[in-house]
C-alpha cells in the first residue's frame, strides 16, 4: 500500500544535539511538508518543497533545516539552535495541487533529555 | 491570505447525539477546504473535501459538511455519534503562501470530540 512512513515513533534530544527525522513517501507526490503540532495550537508549518532539490521555509523555519535529494525522502534536522524542540513532528505529502489533500504521516515525538 | 477558525476547543455529546463541529474561513479566493480528524499519537486522516464541485459533502465514517459561502463557514455533522468518533478534528483551508507556488494547507486549532455514553 502507497503511504508515508515517519522513522522514528519516539525520538530524545540533548542538549547542544542535531536531530534529524526521517520522512519517506510512495505515492508519488511532487510536494512534501513538514508541520509541528503543539498542543491548543494546530499545525504549523516548518518547511515544504516542490521538487527535488528545491525547500521553501514555512512559518517557522527557525532552528530547522531539511534536505530533499529524492522525490521519495524528506528529512528533518532539528538542530541545537531550536531552542523548545518539544513536539509532535508531522510530514506529509500532495500533489501540489490547491484541490488535492495532503496526505500524512503517523508523526515523531521528539523530546528533551 | 486565508485562516481558519474552529469554535469550541472541545465538544463533548453522548453516543447517539448529533455531531457539530463549527469551522469558519477567510479566503481572498473560492476555498478549498478540508477536514481531517487525528487519533491519539497519530497522523491526520482525510475525513471530506470541498472543491466546488456540491455545497454538500459526505466524507468516510459517516461524516458530511455543507459549505455555506454566504456565512463562510464549513461545518463537519454526523447524525449519531459513535465512541470510536473520539478524536480531534482539523479543518484546513488551501491556498498558496505568500510570495510561494505550492500549495499550503492553514488549520484551525483544532476540536476535540468528546462522546459518552
Known amino acids: 500500500d502507497g503511504g508515508i512512513t515517519q522513522s522514528p515513533k519516539y525520538l530524545f534530544r540533548k542538549e547542544g544535539q542535531n536531530v534529524t527525522l526521517s520522512c519517506e513517501q510512495n505515492?508519488?507526490?511532487?510536494?512534501m511538508y513538514w508541520y509541528r503540532q503543539d498542543p491548543g495550537q494546530g499545525l504549523r508549518l516548518i518547511y515544504y518543497s516542490q521538487i527535488v532539490n528545491d525547500f521553501q521555509k514555512g512559518d517557522i523555519a527557525e532552528g530547522y533545516s531539511v534536505s530533499r535529494e529524492k522525490k521519495e525522502s524528506f528529512p528533518l534536522t532539528v538542530t541545537s539552535a531550536q531552542k523548545n524542540p518539544t513536539a509532535f513532528y508531522l510530514c506529509a505529502s500532495s500533489e501540489d495541487r490547491l484541490d488535492q489533500p495532503q496526505h500524512f504521516g503517523d508523526g515523531t515525538r521528539l523530546s528533551i533529555l | 491570505a486565508q485562516s481558519v477558525t474552529q469554535l469550541g476547543s472541545h465538544v463533548s455529546v453522548s453516543e447517539g447525539a448529533l455531531v457539530l463541529l463549527r469551522c469558519n474561513y477567510s479566503s481572498s479566493v473560492p476555498p478549498y477546504l478540508f477536514w481531517y480528524v487525528q487519533y491519539p499519537n497519530q497522523g491526520l486522516q482525510l475525513l471530506l473535501k470541498?472543491?466546488?464541485?456540491?455545497?454538500l459533502v459526505k466524507g468516510i465514517n459517516g461524516f458530511e459538511a455543507e459549505f455555506k459561502k454566504s456565512e463562510t463557514s464549513f461545518h463537519l455533522t454526523k447524525p449519531s455519534a459513535h465512541m470510536s468518533d473520539a478524536a480531534e478534528y482539523f479543518c484546513?483551508?488551501?491556498?498558496?503562501?505568500?510570495?510561494?507556488?505550492?500549495?499550503?494547507?492553514?488549520f484551525g486549532t483544532g476540536t476535540r470530540l468528546q462522546v459518552t455514553l
Open positions: 470541498y472543491t466546488s464541485a456540491a455545497t
Open positions: 484546513a483551508v488551501s491556498g498558496l503562501p505568500r510570495g510561494g507556488t505550492a500549495s499550503k494547507l492553514t
Open positions: 505515492l508519488n507526490h511532487d510536494a
